[in-house]
Every structure is written in structure tokens, then in C-alpha cells.
């Protein structure tokens, strides 16, 4: 037990009233002490299962298990103790972007918290299982509503609906600029090759095959792009902590992830020297020292 808050400080935790089915179904798992049984009734002493998040707050470096704490009740006072029986995982019930905040199930026979009531259901056939469930509940009570008969995903995808539209549209606008910097090199090292045209004809005159010449222009292509890609990671070194907010179990900081985009740019980027490298090699000796 821990000392009561001051009037007005006292912590709010979200009660969740469940059957003892619930973690089975959500597959939460239970780290440690029992789940909900037919025995806690509503004449039986009070219990809860809490989160991690909850035993880290409230008894940190103590097992949560067996501790006991209070929850103001109306009509009574002072509010009865309510004994910690499980603990279980973590999860994000308002969504990926918010914190995982302390939380407490209690058992659905002892009613301290009723306010409505949701099923969660787990089936093969969602569609199937909705329309039998509204007629159950008409059967039972044509005047009860019955609201948001939807399937898990559908909650999941709507919950990343923004944060997917905001990576599709970072990945759209990574594509275009991948496309504009490809564009940017074939542009410069044509400009390039016609500018060294006098150059790499003396080469092949002097004995310089269209291997070498190719390989010449390639490492020129190789050297931007090794140049824009540590460039780029240096920029994004920096700007991907603003970032962070739109990952969910990602570090903003992965070197997987910064070797492998580094790589495909620098590969991409020697690519696209490939067209003017074939195009200096085809350059005649003997035209372009007439030229010059």
C-alpha cells in the first residue's frame, strides 16, 4: 500500500471492466499471476489486473502482485482496498502515437465501473458473425442499439490512416527526388563527356581502350554519388529525430536502413553515368582532335 494523494492529485487510471476471457481473445499476455475466474463475484473481495506500466509507476523495483490500492467510490467511504491478482502486457489502446499509460481490469461481476458494454470476438468470418450478433441482441432486446460492429483491422488501419498517408507521400516525393538526381547526374556527366570530348579522344589515340574510358566516367559518376549520399546522411543524421513522432518500434537513427538507401543511391547514381560512359567510348579519335 502507498500513502493517499493529496486531495485532487490523485492520479487517474483507466478502469476496464472484462470478462475472463478478454486477454485470451485480445491474445494479451498475461506476465504474471492468474486472470479473472469465476470466483471473483461481486460479494468477493475486490481484485485487478494492472499493466506493466502500472507496476512500474506505482511499486517500482517491488513485485505489483499481492499490493493493494483504492479507487474512489460514491457512496462510499472510505473507497474499499482492491488487491492486485495479475499483471499483464502492455498495449495501445488509444492508438500507436499515445504513450501506454497505467491502466486496471477489473472483473465484470463486481461492477464498479459499468458504463456500457463492448464484445470483442474473435472469428473467421466477421461478416457472418455481425449479422448474427444484431439479431441476438434484437432477440434479447429490440430497443438495445448495437454500434461500430467492426473488424480489428478496420480499427487498426484507421488509427494509421494519417501516418500511412504521410509516408506515402514522403515516399513519393524520396521517388521524385531520386528521379531528379538521377536526371541531375546523366545531365552533368554528358555535359561532362562533351566537354572532355577532345581529351578522351587523345586517350584513345595514345592507346586507351573503351573499357578504360567507360571506367573513367563511371568513378566520376561513382564519386557524386558517393559524395551526395554521405551528404545525405549527414543531412538526415539530423533531421530524422523531427521524424520520430511517425515510427512506431523503428529507431530514428537505423544503420540498416541509412547503408542500404546509401547504397541504392550510389548504385542508381553510377547507372545512370552508364549512357554517357558508352557515349565517351564511341567518341573517334581522329573526329574529335579535328574538331579541336
Request: glycine share 6%; hydrophobic share 45%.
Amino acid at each position: 500500500n502507498k500513502p493517499a494523494s493529496p486531495m485532487g492529485m490523485a492520479p487517474f487510471i483507466p478502469g476496464i471492466e472484462i470478462s475472463p476471457d478478454y486477454f485470451h481473445t485480445m491474445k494479451m499476455a498475461l506476465i504474471s499471476g492468474r486472470s479473472f475466474n469465476d470466483s471473483d463475484t461481486r460479494t468477493a473481495p475486490l481484485v485487478a489486473i494492472v499493466n506493466e506500466t502500472f507496476a512500474r509507476r506505482f511499486f517500482p523495483g517491488e513485485d505489483a502482485l499481492g499490493k493493494r490500492f483504492r479507487i474512489p467510490a460514491p457512496f462510499r467511504s472510505p473507497p474499499p482496498w482492491t488487491t492486485i491478482v495479475g499483471i499483464v502486457a502492455d498495449v495501445r489502446h488509444l492508438g500507436l502515437a499515445q504513450n501506454v499509460s497505467p491502466e486496471a481490469y477489473f472483473p465484470l461481476p463486481q461492477g464498479r465501473i459499468y458504463d456500457g458494454v463492448s464484445f470483442v470476438i474473435r472469428t473467421s468470418e466477421p461478416e457472418s458473425t455481425s449479422a448474427a450478433l444484431r439479431r441476438i441482441v434484437a432477440k434479447l432486446d429490440p430497443s438495445q442499439p448495437v454500434s461500430d460492429v467492426v473488424p480489428m483491422e478496420q480499427y487498426l488501419s484507421t488509427s494509421l490512416a494519417a501516418r500511412k498517408f504521410n509516408m506515402i507521400a514522403l515516399g513519393a516525393f524520396a521517388l521524385l527526388a531520386l528521379v531528379l538526381a538521377s536526371v541531375g547526374i546523366f545531365g552533368v556527366l554528358s555535359y561532362s563527356v562533351a566537354q572532355r570530348s577532345h581529351e578522351i579522344g587523345v586517350r584513345m589515340a595514345l592507346g586507351s581502350d573503351r573499357e578504360r574510358v567507360i571506367k573513367l566516367v563511371l568513378r566520376e559518376a561513382a564519386w557524386l554519388s558517393v559524395t551526395g549520399a554521405a551528404c545525405g546522411v549527414a543531412g538526415a543524421l539530423v533531421l530524422t529525430r523531427y521524424m520520430s513522432s511517425l515510427l512506431y518500434h523503428t529507431s530514428a537513427f537505423d544503420p540498416l536502413t541509412m547503408i542500404s538507401v546509401s547504397a541504392l543511391l550510389i548504385f542508381i547514381g553510377v547507372l545512370a553515368g552508364y549512357v554517357p560512359a558508352q557515349r565517351a567510348s564511341r567518341v573517334d579519335p581522329m573526329i574529335a582532335l579535328r574538331t579541336e
